[in-house]
């Protein structure tokens, strides 16, 4: 079975750093692109970025270009997002997904994780 | 670079039909049939219900279908049921530098 297992809740301050992540199994990780979603409270999906961990080649979603990092560890099937300095606007629910990939192309989410909250709080 | 269009929400009775759009440009959804719907009831994760404009993966009911006419896709739930009461979510392929664009959200009332 093709699963996405998140890191479990934070709760941390402003400023703090931060690193969630997402293990696939069930599946070669490294020929799948893996993206991150935002859903901030009330708020719809956002879109935060994608890496393709066989080369990971990586893309921002223009509303947290510089404000977050996306990256892999192939070796342990895992993806990372992280934040240097983080602010309570980064209180949400974050998904990481599998897409389909057709050649190179993310071509749709076909397995979503069960989402991490993150809430930044003084 | 900007998202998808869809409407910020729609409702129908029990039985009847209803139909979410969702508008993009020639770089996404008029240019490549990799429009994905998806969706997300309170509290839960999303959930895939149409890819590739139209097919749906194993185990979707076949109430939802998807379509596709220039820049819009469009996802059409038939027989509406009052498990439908959800947000749906469209994303699609896009030539820009994030490769994906996800549309606002719809949320679905039935009445």
């Known amino acids: 079975e093709v699963q996405l297992v998140q890191s479990g809740a934070e709760v941390k301050k402003p400023g703090e750093s931060l690193k969630i992540s997402c293990k696939g199994s069930?599946?070669?990780?490294?020929?799948?692109?893996i993206a991150w979603v935002r859903q901030m409270p009330g708020k719809g999906l956002e879109w935060v970025g994608i890496?393709?961990?066989?080369?990971?080649?990586?893309r921002y979603g223009p509303s947290v270009q510089g404000q977050v990092t996306i990256s892999v560890d192939k070796s342990i099937s895992t993806a990372y997002l992280q934040w240097s300095s983080l602010q309570a606007s980064d209180t949400a629910m974050y998904y990481c997904?599998?897409?389909?990939?057709?050649?190179?192309?993310?071509?749709?989410?076909?397995?979503w994780g069960q989402g991490t909250t993150v809430i930044v709080s003084s | 670079q900007s998202g998808l269009t869809q409407p910020a929400s729609v409702s129908g009775s029990p039985g009847q039909s209803i139909t979410i759009s969702c508008t993009g440009t020639?770089?996404?959804?008029?240019?490549?049939?990799?429009v994905s719907w998806y969706q997300q009831r309170p509290g839960k994760a999303p959930k895939v219900i149409i890819y590739?404009?139209?097919f749906r993966p194993s185990g979707v009911s076949s109430r939802f279908s998807g379509s596709k006419s220039g820049n819009t896709a469009s996802l059409t739930i038939s027989g509406l049921q009052a498990d439908d009461e959800a947000d749906y979510y469209c994303?699609?392929?896009?030539?820009?530098?994030?490769?994906?664009?996800f549309g606002g959200g719809t949320k679905l009332t039935v009445l």
């Open positions: 997904a599998r897409h389909r990939t057709v050649g190179t192309t993310p071509a749709g989410v076909d397995v």
């Open positions: 069930g599946y070669t990780f490294a020929n799948y692109w």
């Open positions: 590739d404009v139209s």
């Open positions: 020639n770089s996404d959804i008029g240019g490549f049939n990799y």
């Open positions: 994303s699609s392929y896009t030539t820009s530098d994030s490769l994906v664009v």
């Open positions: 890496i393709y961990p066989g080369d990971s080649d990586r």
